[in-house]
DNA sequence: GTTTTTTTTGAAATCGATTGCTAGTTTCCA
DNA sequence: TGGAAACTAGCAATCGATTTCAAAAAAAAC
C-alpha cells in the first residue's frame, strides 16, 4: 500500500514548491510547457488525484446532495433515486441517502447531521409521522440557515422552498372519470395514506368526478385510513354490506389488496368490478393477475426535476432566486384490470 | 438566511481568540469555567454546528462510506441498503450510494469520482459487466491505495477484501433437496444470472442435489441464461419437448416467469408442478397467487454484517487486519408453489 | 553593457477546525 | 516584596488544495 500522492509530496521530489505543481496541473498559463508536462508526467506515474476535502473547504461547497426517503422499498422512491442518480452523477454530484423511516425524529437528526457542510442541499419527500403532527420547523430552519431544500412527491405548503409534485388531483380525477365512462356506477375509494398530502388530493380529485358527474357520495364507499390494516378491516365490512362495480385505490399496497380481497369475494374482474390504483413500481401491477390498470406516475423523472431544481439553485450566482414547483404528469396505463370501452 | 457561524466570527464576536473557542467548546481543561460557558452559551445561541469539512481535512478521514449497488430497483439491492445505512447511521456514518447499472464503465468511474477522500470505505456488489469480463483490477487498485472494499452477494474470488455472501451452493443444494424430496423427479433449473459467481454456485449446488439422489442429469432441463428474454425463449421450447414436475428459479424474475409460464401451459400448481426461487424482497413472492416458496435472503442482515466488516476495519489501528469473509443463512419459506410433504 | 520587458517560479494567505507550546497574569508562600 | 507555582489564553502549525502578488531569472531593447 502506497500512500497517496499529495502536492506537497510531489513538489518536495520535484524541488518545485506546491504552488507550481498545482498551477501546472490546472494548466495555468503561468507555467513553462516544458515544466507542466514533467510535473503532468511524473502526477500521472505516482497516480495523484486532487483530495476533494481540501478543494471543498476552499470552496465553502461539497458537490453533494443529501437525500431523505422515507423508506427505500417503496419501489417509488427507489425509481426516484434512480432519477436523481443519474442527474447528479452527470452533473458531477454525489448523493448522500438517508432513509427516514417515516420517523420525524429520525428526519431531524438527519437534516442536523449533514446541514453542517457536509452536503450543499437536500432533496426529501416528508415523513409521515411530520405530516400527521404538523411538524415542519425543522425544515424551515434549515433553508434559513441558508441549505436549501427541494421537497418531491409529499410536500408541505407551508414551507416555501422548490418543489416536485405529481398532478395528484388531476390524475385521480382522470383516473374516477375513466372508472365512470366505462360504465362503474359504484366506485369505492381505498386509501391508506389518509395522513399524506397527496392521499388527500387524490382523494379529492375522486369526489369532483363524481360530483361532476352528479354519482350521489355514499361516505360507507369512501375507506379513507391511515394503515393498511385498518383498510382490510373497513374493506371487509364494505364488502359484506354493498355490492360495488369499481374501486379507485390510491397506493400501490391498497390496489393489491382491493384485487386480492375482490377476487376472494368472488368478483370477476374486470366483467364485474374495474379497479385502477395509483403505482409506484410499474413492474408489480404487471405481474400480478390479472394485471392492474395503473395511474402511473414517473419515478425516474420526478427524481431527475428535482436534483435540476436543486443543483440550478446551487450553482445560480444570485441570491433570490424564486422558488419553483414542477408538475409531473401521470399517465393511465390501461391494463386487464378494467373493462374496456 | 443568517450566515453560518465559525469558530473565527464567534471568536472576534466574544474577543477571544479562535483556539480559546475551540478548547471552550470542547470542554477544554485549559480554559476556565466561566469563559466556557460563556462561550458556549453564545455558541448555542448563534446555533454553531464545527464544519465537518474543516475537521475531515485535519483528521483525514469522513465517515462516509461507499455504496455501489448494481441496481436498486432490485429489491434484494435495496433491503442491503436498509441494513448498511441502519448500521451506517448507529456508528456515526453516512453512505453515498451509486448506481453501477451493472456497467463495468460506470463502477469504475463512479471507484475513482470517490477514492480522493470523499469516502473512506467502500461497500459493493460487482457488476455484471466486470464479472462477465473477469475485470477486477480497479478493485485491486483502489485497495492497493490503501481505501478498504468489502463485497457483498457477488464477490470475486480473485480480490482480497472483506466479503459477505449467502451460502449459496448449501442454499441451492437445500432447495433442490426438498422438491426431491416432495417426489419431483424432472425439476428444471431456470437461470438469468449464468453470468455472475452467485448463478453458478446455485447452479452447482442443484446438480449436486441431483447427483446426491442419483437422479440423471438432463442437460434439456438446465437453462442457464444470461438474460430475462433467453430464459423465456428456452423456456418455451421446454415446455414444448418436456413434462417437468419441479423448477428450481436462481432469482425473483426467474421464478415470477417459471409461475406464469407454466401456469399458461396448464400446469396445476403445486399439485403436479412445484417452483422454488431465490427471492430478492419477500413481498413480491408473497402476493402473486399462488405464492412462491422461496429461498430466502436476509437483505438487511448482509448490508449490516458488510458495513460492520467495513467499519470494524476503518476503526481498527492495526495496520495487518486480516481479511475476513462473513456468511449469512437463508432460509427456505414454504408457500403454495410446492407440495407438502 | 545597462535597462526594460517578459517569462517563470515561489512565498504566503485562505478555507475551518484542532492542539502543542509559549507568554502573560494571578496567586501564594517565603 | 520577590520569586515560584498555577492557571488562562493566544500564537502558530497543520491538514490539502488554490490563488494573488512579489521576486527572480531570462530575454529583449537601447
Redesign the pocket.
Known amino acids: 500500500m502506497k500512500a497517496k500522492a499529495?502536492?506537497?509530496q510531489i513538489a518536495k521530489e520535484l524541488?518545485?514548491?506546491?504552488?507550481?505543481v498545482?498551477?501546472a496541473?490546472?494548466d495555468s498559463p503561468?507555467?513553462?510547457e516544458?515544466?507542466k508536462t514533467r510535473i503532468k508526467e511524473y502526477a500521472k506515474l505516482k497516480n495523484y488525484k486532487?483530495?476533494v476535502?481540501?478543494?471543498n473547504?476552499?470552496n465553502?461547497k461539497t458537490k453533494t446532495i443529501g437525500l431523505i426517503i422515507p423508506n427505500i422499498l417503496n419501489s417509488f422512491f427507489a425509481k426516484v433515486f434512480t432519477g436523481i442518480e443519474k442527474v447528479a452523477e452527470e452533473k458531477g454530484y454525489n448523493v448522500i441517502t438517508c432513509i427516514s423511516n417515516e420517523s420525524l425524529k429520525k428526519e431531524i437528526s438527519t437534516l442536523d447531521m449533514l446541514s453542517n457542510g457536509t452536503i450543499d442541499g437536500f432533496i426529501l419527500s416528508v415523513s409521515e409521522e411530520a405530516q400527521k403532527l404538523h411538524e415542519f420547523n425543522h425544515f424551515k430552519e434549515i433553508i434559513n440557515e441558508g441549505t436549501p431544500i427541494v421537497m418531491f412527491d409529499r410536500i408541505v405548503d407551508e414551507v416555501e422552498c422548490d418543489k416536485v409534485v405529481v398532478d395528484d388531483f388531476d390524475s385521480a380525477f382522470n383516473a374516477t372519470q375513466h372508472l365512470i365512462n366505462i360504465g362503474c356506477k359504484k366506485i369505492a375509494l381505498f386509501s391508506s395514506i389518509g395522513n399524506l398530502s397527496v392521499g388527500k388530493l387524490r382523494a379529492e380529485g375522486y369526489l369532483k368526478a363524481l360530483q361532476n358527474n352528479n354519482i350521489a357520495i355514499n361516505t360507507d364507499l369512501i375507506l379513507r385510513t391511515d394503515s393498511e390494516d385498518a383498510l382490510k378491516a373497513k374493506a371487509e365490512i364494505l364488502f359484506d354490506n354493498h355490492t360495488i362495480d369499481g374501486i379507485f385505490a390510491l397506493e400501490e399496497d391498497d390496489s393489491v389488496l382491493a384485487l386480492r380481497i375482490s377476487l376472494k369475494r368472488g368478483y370477476i374482474i374486470p366483467e364485474n368490478l374495474s379497479i385502477i390504483g395509483f403505482a409506484d413500481g410499474i413492474l408489480a401491477s404487471r405481474r400480478l393477475s390479472p394485471s392492474l390498470t395503473t395511474v402511473s406516475q414517473h419515478g425516474p423523472e420526478i427524481g431527475a426535476a428535482a436534483a435540476e431544481l436543486l443543483i440550478e439553485r446551487l450553482e445560480s450566482k444570485e441570491n433570490e432566486y424564486p422558488y419553483k414547483t414542477t408538475v409531473i404528469k401521470t399517465e393511465l396505463r390501461l391494463r386487464e384490470s378494467t373493462k374496456t370501452l
Open positions: 499529495t502536492l506537497k524541488n518545485v514548491s506546491v504552488s507550481t498545482s498551477k496541473l490546472n503561468e507555467i513553462s516544458q515544466t486532487p483530495n476535502i481540501g478543494l473547504l476552499k465553502r
